[in-house]
Nanobody, 113 residues
Framework: QVQLVESGGGLVQAGGSLRLSCAASGSIFSINAMGWYRQAPGKQRELVASSGSRIRYADSVKGRFTISRDNAKNTVYLQMNSLQPEDTAVYYC?????????WGHGTQVTVSS
C-alpha cells in the first residue's frame, strides 16, 4: 500500500503565495514521477505540474508555480506564487510507482479577489 498525504492548502488573497507538500509512504520501491493536479467545481481534473523524466507545467501556471522533489523524503512540493482566483481548486498529489498511479485525498486552495 502507498499513501500520499497533502498539506499546505488554505485561503489566500489574490497575488499571494502558498506552498503545497505531498509525502508518500508505504510500500515504496521507486517513485518514477510525482505531480500535482487540480479540480475546480464543475471542471475536469487537470495537470498542474509533474516531475519525472522531465518537468512539465500547465500553460496557465508557467512562471508562477514551481514543482520540486526531495527524493530522500519521498516528497513533492508545489510553490505557488501570484495566485489568482482562477487557481481556486482542490489540489491532488499524484505518484507513479512501478507503473501504478496513486492519488492523495486533496487539499483545498481558495484564492479570494
Amino acid at each position: 500500500q502507498v499513501q500520499l498525504v497533502e498539506s499546505g492548502g488554505g485561503l489566500v488573497q489574490a497575488g499571494g503565495s502558498l506552498r503545497l507538500s505531498c509525502a508518500a509512504s508505504g510500500s515504496i520501491f521507486s517513485i518514477n514521477a510525482m505531480g500535482w493536479y487540480r479540480q475546480a467545481p464543475g471542471k475536469q481534473r487537470e495537470l498542474v505540474a509533474s516531475s519525472g523524466s522531465r518537468i512539465r507545467y500547465a500553460d496557465s501556471v508557467k512562471g508562477r508555480f514551481t514543482i520540486s522533489r526531495d527524493n530522500a523524503k519521498n516528497t513533492v512540493y508545489l510553490q505557488m506564487n501570484s495566485l489568482q482566483p482562477e487557481d481556486t481548486a482542490v489540489y491532488y498529489c499524484n505518484a507513479e510507482i512501478l507503473a501504478k498511479y496513486y492519488w492523495g485525498h486533496g487539499t483545498q486552495v481558495t484564492v479570494s479577489s
